[in-house]
Every structure is written in C-alpha cells, then in structure tokens.
T-cell receptor
Framework: GQQLNQSPQSMFIQEGEDVSMNCTSS?????WLWYKQDPGEGPVLLIA?????ELTSNGRLTAQFGITRKDSFLNISASIPSDVGIYFC????????????FGQGTRLTINP | DVKVTQSSRYLVKRTGEKVFLECVQD?????MFWYRQDPGLGLRLIYF???????EKGDIPEGYSVSREKKERFSLILESASTNQTSMYLC????????????????FGAGTRLSVL
C-alpha cells in the first residue's frame, strides 16, 4: 500500500531548538493529520488540516497543508524534553475515504 | 474524550498459538482499524471495519483475521502465530462522515506489544 514519504526519519537536537519535519507524496491529499506517539503509548492527534494552504497552530506547534496538496510540514518551536517521541503524518487521499495513509514517522530525541 | 481500550499492553505467545487481540471504543464510532507498527515502517493497516460484521482487508492482511460482532468491539485474530508477527499492534476508531472539522480523525488505543517465541 502507498505510504507517505516523511523526513527526517530521526532528529537529535538540543533543548530549546526549533524542529521541522515534512511529508510528501506523488498523489494529492484532501486531509493532512499530524500525530505524536509517546514511548509505549498510542498516537495522539496534534493538528488536523483540511484546506490547501491552511496554516494551523497548536501552542508551540505549527503545521501547514501544502498548496500543491502533495505535502505538509510540522514545526515545533523552542523544544522541551516532553516533545520527545515519534511524530507521524497521515493523509486522506480520496474524498470520502475512511482510511488514512501514514508516513514512516520522525523520531525526535532531545538532549537537555 | 474518546476512549479506545486495548485489552492487553503486553502479550507473549508461542509459535502456532491462536491469539486474540481485543479493542473496545466508547464513542459509538462506525469505523475501526487494526494496524501493526514496526520500526522504520510506520503504521501499516491490517484490517478495517466500517460497520458490524463488515470488514475490509488492509495492506497486510495475510496471517490475520478480524471479527466485529458488536459496534464497540473489534477483534484481531492470529490463527497460528508466527515469529514474524512479533510487533506492536494498534487499534483505532473514527466516525463515519464526510463533513465537519473532525472528519477522518482516528483515535488510537495504547497498543499491544506482542512477542511470539
């Protein structure tokens, strides 16, 4: 099955740094979702995007739905230790589809 | 708050055993999903159900079956467990719908880490 290309696969940063990750596809997507998975837990939704060009913030997190509808990015500003985890992008490729396509995940590690 | 509960956090089984993974959601969601998560591969869909007794194969259904006898419960069955089914299994649910800001959002359980020896 198709997966989204998510990069980078892993990041090692210092506390306080900004973080940027993205997802790309060769296909158009109608919805982009960003999830975070804490160690030993299931993914939790961070941000949902529904329109091309949409820019949405959730605290220190900002995500955008790319204008071409083939990509999305997530930024985290001023990282803190609790930002550690795996971040997944997910998209709905076909209007009305109930299934999502997931990226491979970005594992974020923060050095205090 | 939506709650998706997976019956076990950790399971250890032997090769050839029949394994049941149970998932219950409390939000009256129509859709339920089973994924497996392996390092570097992200989440891969095993099976999907959009209604009671209805099921649809995902990307990697081989070696698995599912059961949905009640709306709130979706079971994943490994008929004869094998070592390559050692993985993290995640259940999710979502509301059926084409409109609104909450469409397509899937809510996940905490996962079941299965080891097959």
């Amino acid at each position: 099955g198709q997966q989204l290309n998510q990069s980078p696969q892993s990041m090692f940063i210092q506390e306080g740094e900004d973080v940027s990750m993205n997802c790309t596809s060769s296909s158009i997507f109608n919805t982009w979702l960003w999830y975070k998975q804490d160690p030993g837990e299931g993914p939790v939704l961070l941000i949902a995007l529904y329109k091309a060009g949409e820019l949405t913030s959730n605290g220190r997190l900002t995500a955008q739905f790319g204008i071409t509808r083939k990509d999305s990015f997530l930024n985290i500003s001023a990282s803190i230790p609790s930002d550690v985890g795996i971040y997944f992008c997910a998209g709905q490729r076909i209007q009305g589809a109930q299934k999502l396509v997931f990226g491979q995940g970005t594992r974020l590690t923060i050095n205090p | 708050d939506v709650k998706v509960t997976q019956s076990s956090r950790y399971l250890v089984k032997r090769t050839g055993e029949k394994v049941f993974l149970e998932c219950v959601q409390d939000m009256d969601h129509e859709n339920m999903f089973w994924y497996r998560q392996d390092p570097g591969l992200g989440l891969r869909l095993i099976y999907f159900s959009y209604d009671v007794k209805m099921k649809e194969k995902g990307d990697i259904p081989e070696g698995y079956s599912v059961s949905r006898e009640k709306k709130e419960r979706f079971s994943l069955i490994l008929e004869s467990a094998s070592t390559n089914q050692t993985s993290m299994y995640l259940c999710a649910s979502s509301q059926l719908g084409l409109r609104g800001r909450n469409k397509n959002i899937q809510y996940f359980g905490a996962g079941t880490r299965l080891s097959v020896l």
